[in-house]
């Protein structure tokens, strides 16, 4: 088997796009026809506390709520470019050092890899 083109290989363009669509504009139509009778059970399952119901009612009429994602700013990832590290006290160089994982990590993924697959070494 090879790679690379074959006059022919592959999905043929457009036809399974053209099944979706249809697809889509056909239960887009029928949900339409049926939405009163479709609705009237969703609400009656929530009347009779199912959550799933209740829920799905809500996120339809006014949308899912907002989820709050919580940063603490103990290690933010701070752009470097604009710092003046001359300036700063031993305190402030020490909040932008590397833990010696994050240090690790890094050195796996920039330094150049050597023959044997080992990275090289850096000097301190």
Do not use: C
């Amino acid at each position: 088997m090879r790679g690379g083109y074959r006059a022919g290989a592959g999905r043929k363009k457009g036809f399974a796009a053209k099944n979706a669509e249809e697809a889509r504009k056909y239960l887009s139509q029928r949900v339409a026809e049926e939405m009163g009778p479709i609705a009237d059970a969703l609400i009656q399952r929530a009347m009779t506390g199912d959550i799933r119901a209740i829920h799905e009612l809500l996120d339809r009429a006014w949308g899912r709520p907002t989820q709050a994602i919580q940063i603490t700013p103990e290690r933010l990832p701070v752009p470097i470019m604009g710092l003046r590290f001359e300036n700063m006290s031993d305190e402030d160089l020490h909040q932008y050092a590397l833990t010696d994982d994050e240090r690790a990590v890094l050195e796996r993924r920039l330094l150049p890899k050597t023959k044997a697959g080992n990275t090289l070494p850096v000097a301190d």
